[in-house]
């Protein structure tokens, strides 16, 4: 790792997790990062030793990171998802999550301190990740740590907890009392989803494998149905106000469609713009995505009169810190359920893709 002196950042130097206040200003140029030269299996990950940061933006934060969780995007992005958009901008670094503290700031940053304990996530666009010892978010997508959990906790929640949040509170704005039925209750959005919504006082009705029932149960679903060994669209009974389908495929959609209330909601995880875009390119693809969402829509309005749509996780500041709240308060947990040392991430992206862990996998930083 490499440390410039500069005037532009207000930042401290860091050592273990003790941060040490200089009487002068530093940034860091250089870092370890794993970075995806090509599209491949895991085995194309390289973790190398001196990959450049950038400097920082006025707006953004330099983290020095202590864990970062491993999302479905990140495996999906390493075997091509996207290549139209990420392709170009070869070679990337991966991960979404962060935990970890602030180690430099850009001069507009009004709302952390250097040496804070943060956690965040980036927009899945993002092409400099968080699989990194210092990651670059900006100040809308980080929060203070829950006080309550410790880093690699932390790094589990962001990216899964604000895809359900622009889902239920941002999309459908679901109210207390509603019900709602979560596709894939077992996966990490799946649980954030059903406590976001239990903690909005809904009732919340979900499909799981059966190694999931009694976490999902435990997370306030009131019904968890396991589609391994009943058919979803004749245990579940009753009309909902909104689904949200982690699964997005067409069985699961065309079963959900009609679960809903008229003036429901029906949310898909799994959008067709990348992989149009990936078919056809991004000037064509886009716009045949845009056609194809369009015309799901108002045919479900007009069929059903409920509200289709593709969602997608964003950086909200606002959802980020009420998530940080249901964490500290108990209510909102992903658990973590096996670490590995950042020098390890091939095998923590194997054992993802297999399915060799049942749970959240994070990557440790040391
Ligand atoms: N649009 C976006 O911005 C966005 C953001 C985040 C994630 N995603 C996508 O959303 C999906 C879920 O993400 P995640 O982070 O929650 O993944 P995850 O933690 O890996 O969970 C996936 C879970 O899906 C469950 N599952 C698989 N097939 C199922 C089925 N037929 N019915 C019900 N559950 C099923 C499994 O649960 P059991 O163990 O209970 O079987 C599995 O644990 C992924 O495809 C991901 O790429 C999209």
Redesign the pocket.
């Known amino acids: 790792m490499r440390i410039l002196k500069s005037r532009s950042f207000r930042a401290s130097v860091s050592g273990s997790n003790h941060h040490l206040k200089v009487g002068f200003r530093r940034f860091v140029t250089s870092c370890r990062a794993v970075v995806l030269p090509r599209f491949g299996g895991p085995e194309v990950l390289e973790l190398r030793p001196n990959v450049e940061v950038p400097a920082l933006k006025p707006h953004e934060v330099l983290v020095r990171a202590r864990a970062a969780s491993v999302?479905?995007?990140d495996t999906?992005i390493r075997s091509g998802y996207g290549r139209s958009l990420y392709g170009p901008l070869l070679p990337i670094i991966l991960g979404r999550d962060i935990s970890g503290e602030v180690a430099a700031m850009g001069d507009s940053v009004r709302g952390l301190s250097v040496g804070q304990e943060v956690f965040g996530a980036l927009h899945?666009t993002a092409v400099r990740g968080t699989y990194s010892d210092y990651a670059i978010l900006s100040e809308e997508e980080l929060a203070p740590k829950p006080s309550s959990v410790t880093h690699v906790e932390a790094s589990a929640i962001p990216?899964?907890a604000l895809?359900a949040w622009?889902a239920l509170i941002s999309t459908a704005r679901i109210a207390e009392g509603q019900r709602l039925l979560v596709?894939?209750?077992?996966?990490?959005?799946?649980?954030?989803a059903i406590q976001i919504s239990v903690a909005r006082g809904c009732h919340v009705t979900t499909?799981?494998?059966?190694?999931?029932?009694d976490?999902?149960l435990a997370a306030g679903a009131e019904q968890a149905v396991d589609?391994?060994a009943e058919n979803?669209e004749f245990t579940i009974k009753g009309k909902f106000d909104a689904v949200l389908d982690?699964?997005?495929?067409p069985e699961?959609e065309r079963i959900c469609i009609n679960f809903l209330k008229r003036g429901g909601h029906y949310m898909?995880?799994?959008?067709d713009a990348a992989s149009l875009s990936d078919r056809y390119g991004i000037a064509i693809g886009l716009p045949v995505a845009t056609a194809a969402l369009l015309k799901k829509q108002i045919k479900y309005r007009y069929s059903h009169g409920i509200e289709y749509w593709?969602?997608?996780?964003?950086a909200d500041s606002e959802g980020l810190d009420e998530i940080r709240r249901l964490s500290e308060t108990g209510k909102l947990n992903i658990p973590v359920e096996k670490t590995f040392p950042i020098t390890q991430v091939i095998e923590a992206h194997e054992a993802?893709e297999k399915?060799q862990i049942?749970?959240?996998i994070v990557l440790e930083f040391d």
């Open positions: 999302n479905p995007l999906r899945p990216f899964a895809t622009r596709v894939g209750g077992g996966g990490a959005v799946g649980l954030a499909t799981c494998g059966k190694k999931s029932i976490r999902v589609y391994t979803i982690t699964i997005g495929g699961t898909t995880l799994q959008g593709w969602t997608y996780m964003r993802k399915k049942h749970g959240k």
